[in-house]
């Protein structure tokens, strides 16, 4: 079966620009969840969406947001961008908000330049 | 605030040398705890979840158990390719703040 699938693996972006991420879960899985991962922080939590609901968010400001399809897969936006936006983007899907496991995709790689 | 703490950063061992990697946590109200298994370049790649105090599972050279406060993944007679960063992560009760991992365990297997 099919995992998680991100597009685009790279990207290249300058500062200001915006950039949009897109994830597939694995076919049934309604919950998306989208992580940033860089080499100070570690992971961390962006958020989450379940029936094209963002079920709750993590830490981050307002110029990351995202959203989900009817078909569940799901969508990532970072406006205006900064240097310390540079990181491993993670997509993680399952079938529903939590407990049931949470399965990655294998990110995208963005870099502000 | 949930906070999860992995110990070491990193660890070298030789190939067949068994040993333990620690991850200390404090959450209101556990409802999973995860671990994975990140190679460079690739996403977390799943392993387990432990739901309560107590419990174990197995997969291959790898055993995690759980107890309140914190979780132990052992490795048995590890080979070069269990290299990798091994993260820990917990969902607490409301579920509302998503996973809250670690900063991993680096581990290195020897030849």
């Known amino acids: 079966k099919a995992g998680v699938t991100q597009t685009p693996r790279y990207l290249i972006k300058t500062r200001g620009q915006q950039v949009t991420l897109s994830c597939s879960p694995i076919?049934?899985?309604?919950?998306v969840s989208w992580y940033q991962q860089t080499p100070g922080q570690g992971l961390q939590f962006l958020f989450e969406?379940?029936?094209?609901?963002?079920?709750n968010k993590g830490n981050f400001p307002g110029r990351f947001s995202g959203r989900q399809f009817s078909n569940s897969r799901s969508e990532m936006n970072v406006s205006t961008l900064e240097l310390g936006d540079s990181a491993l983007y993670l997509c993680?899907?399952?079938?529903?908000?939590?407990?049931?496991?949470?399965?990655f995709g294998s990110g995208t790689r963005l870099t502000v330049v | 605030e949930d906070q999860v703490t992995q110990s070491p950063e990193a660890l070298r061992l030789q190939e067949g040398e068994s040993s333990s990697l620690n991850c200390s946590y404090t959450v209101s109200g556990l409802r999973g705890l995860f671990w994975y298994r990140q190679d460079p370049g690739k996403g977390p790649e799943f392993l387990f979840t432990?739901?309560?105090a107590g419990e174990e599972k197995e997969k291959e050279r790898l055993k995690a158990t759980l107890t309140k406060k914190e979780s132990f993944l052992h490795i048995t007679a590890p080979k070069p390719e269990d290299s990798a960063t091994y993260l820990c992560a917990v969902l607490s009760g409301g579920g509302a703040d998503g996973l809250t991992f670690g900063k991993g365990t680096h581990l290195i297997i020897q030849p």
């Open positions: 076919s049934g899985h309604r919950s």
């Open positions: 993680a899907s399952s079938l529903d908000p939590g407990g049931s496991g949470y399965t």
């Open positions: 432990l739901y309560s």
């Open positions: 969406y379940f029936s094209e609901t963002q079920r």
